[in-house]
Structures are given as C-alpha cells and as structure tokens.
C-alpha cells in the first residue's frame, strides 16, 4: 500500500498539480489527452488566369505545388539528463502520454483539436514550440500542462467557458505553471518534507494502469502535493498577462472563475457547497474570493477591452454538445448542471439541445412538478430545428402512459424517421404497433 501510495505522488506531482480547477469530487484524476500538432492553414491554390470565355485553360496550366508546411517551433528548453530529479518527473509523464494516446476517452476530432491549439499557442508565447495539446471527453472542468510539455483540456471545461477569452485564460494559466517550473519546485519541497526521492524512485518503477483513475487515492495525493494558493494566484496572473497580450478581454479570468464559483454553489452535494474550491477534487487549488478580487484589480487597470470571441467559439464546440452534455448528466449534479444549461442559452442559440436536456433533468430527477417540467421542457425542444430525435420518444413516452396511443404513436413515427439509425428500431416499432392496434 505504501509503494502504491509513493507511486501515485510521483504521477499526481507530473500531472495532478498544473491543474487549474479539477471539478467535482467523482472526476477522474488521470492525465490523459488528444495530440494536436500546430494549426496550419491549408495551402491556397496559385491563380489560374481565364481565357476569354471565361473557362480555365485546364491543359495548359502547369500542376500546382503547394508549399510545405512551415516546421514547428522549437522547444523553449532542452529535455533534463534522466539522472535528476526534474528527468524523472518527465519520465513519469512521458508514460502518462503514452498511456493518454491510447485513451477511449481521446476526443479526435481535427478541426476542434486545431482550434485550441492555435488558442494555446496564441497564449504561450516562446512555449508554443513544447505543448502537445490533447482534448479529453471527460465530463469536468480540468486542464493541465505536464512538465514535459504535455497539455490536456477536458469536455467538461469546453462545455464551461463562454468564449474563447476564457479560454485563453485558462491555457495561459496552464502555461504559466510550466513556464515557472511549478511542479519541479513542488517536488522539490515535498522532498524536504517527506523524502521525495524515495517517492519519485518508487513512481519511476511502479506507476501503472492501475494507479490511474483511482480518485480517493489521487485526491488525497493531490491535497498534499498540489500547488500552493500562492502558485495558484502567480498562474492566474501570468494567464492573465497572457492572455490580455493576445488581445483578449481582460475580464475574461475574472468571469469565468465568478461562474464556476456560482456552479459549486449551485451543486446539490452539500460537501461541495461547504469547500471553498467549489467542487475541485484537489483541494489544494482553491477558486477563492482573493483569487477573483486579485483579477478584478488588475483587469481594473487595463486600457481598452479586448476580443472575446464568442460566436466563433461556439460555432467551434456547437458539434459536441450534444455528448458532452449526455455525459454532463451522467454526473448527476443537477444542480451544477441547471447553471450550464442556463449559462448555454444566454444568446438563445441551440435551443432544441438545451431545451432537450432540460427535460432530461426533470425525467430523470423525478421530484414534485419534474414531470410536468419534463414534458415542456421536451415540448419546447421539438419547436426548435435542432432538437435531439429523442426528444419526441421521451414525449412518445408520455402520452403513451397518459393513454393518449394516437398522440404516443405520432411521436414514435417521429422519432424513427428523425432517428433512421436508432438503435431501440425494433422495439420502437413493436410499440407503435400496439398502439395502434397492430400489436399482440
């Protein structure tokens, strides 16, 4: 047990401490991510001159060759001699990489993965050259930044931000870890402490699959070896710096973290009300009032605004709410999840997604009046053109119990013909047919 202790401070100090804000006390604490080379434009074609008529000369034009690509930028600093300790804590995330690259849970994704990494890169300044940017479907608000480079940004913070200033806060946060060797030095000071040699020696020969995901453990970990309130605010203003640089709004930190706050206030677990970090699993990262103030202050001193992005941003993520707010509720905090949703439909965009799941809430929860709201919520959903298929079999559901078969059938019909692929085909049918007379 305590080799398996030792060996998980080693991966909770590579990857567990650049977290900026690790929600909810069921998260998955493992580092794992998507590999996203820099953002490249795609080559444009040389002009071709019209003939007369009008018509490329398609024959006569010679073949066009498109540039190569420009190469990355270099690495901002050299990889250490494997023998120090700062080598070690690269070779244990080197091995969490690894084991990130053969994740299920890896979102791929080309374009969405180009696109936080040109924002990542925006932010990082001389540090673009060393991120290896990966994207996790994992329903909770977490980025990190390993200390060999490595940065991953989870479903569950895309699904968060508001645009992509808040966005690039975060990143340049992250970033601001890594430029400051954050982790190194809190390793360095829990070995004063507890003798972290032993620690990383053990992590170096034993981390394995087993440790990862394995949250009472790496929780516990994390709260003695994450970074300190003090890294956490320097982070904030390096990200903010950052950030502001890119000309991006400088407000954007001070939003978003004011909006997580009011989340973990919203939760329907009372351990997460009570603890100041709001829902992070490391309580070592605590989302305080000081650390909000803190951004107020200097975004009070900046001149001028700044970009926020935010119709591009969620053009950008618009293709995946639908599973990463199907994974949202499987968190079971409605309460969290009530302050997404509202938080999504500020602009009324995507209405039918949000209204849908909505209704998912209340079907689900089942307390005083959820039926009814579901209902609505379903009823709403289907005015919209981008209501989920499954919005009419929820309503099929129903009017089938209320004995409305007529009404029930129709949204079945419905959903088969908006669902051509649906899996639930065969008992769906089954059910019209019984409906409507047709059935046993």
Known sequence: MRARLLAGAALALALGVSTAYAQDAQAPASTAVVVGEPAQAPPEAAPVAATPDGVSPDAAAPPVVAAPPPAPPPRSRPRPAENTDEGGLWGVSDRAEQDAQQSGQLERDPVLNAYIRDIACRVSGPYCGDIRLYVMNRPFFNASMAPNGYMEVWSGLLLRVEDEAQ????????????????????????RARANAALILS?????????????LIYLGTIASVFGFSREKEMEADMIGYDHAVRAGYDPTAGTKLWNN?????????????????ARASVFASHPLSADRVEALRDRAATATGGG??????????????LDPWLRAELRR??????????????????????????????NRIRRGEGDRERAIQHYTNAIAQPDAPAASWRELGEYAARDNRNAEAAAYFTTYLERAPGATDRTLVEARIAQLTGGGQ
Do not use: C, K, W
């Open 167 to 190: 966005l690039a806060f975060v990143l340049g946060h992250e970033t601001g870890h890594y430029a400051e060797n954050h982790s190194i030095e809190t390793m360095r000071t829990a």
């Open 202 to 214: 053990i992590g170096l020969g034993a981390v394995g699959g087993g440790i990862i995901g394995d």
């Open 260 to 276: 997580l706050i009011t989340e973990g206030r919203a939760s329907e677990n009372p351990d997460v009300r009570r603890r100041e």
């Open 307 to 320: 970009e926020t992005n935010r119709e591009r941003y969620r053009a950008a993520i618009r293709p995946f």
């Open 332 to 361: 079971r905090d409605y309460g969290q999840t009530v302050i997404v949703l509202e938080r999504l439909a500020a602009h009324n965009e995507d209405l039918g997604v949000i209204e849908y799941y909505r209704g998912e809430i």
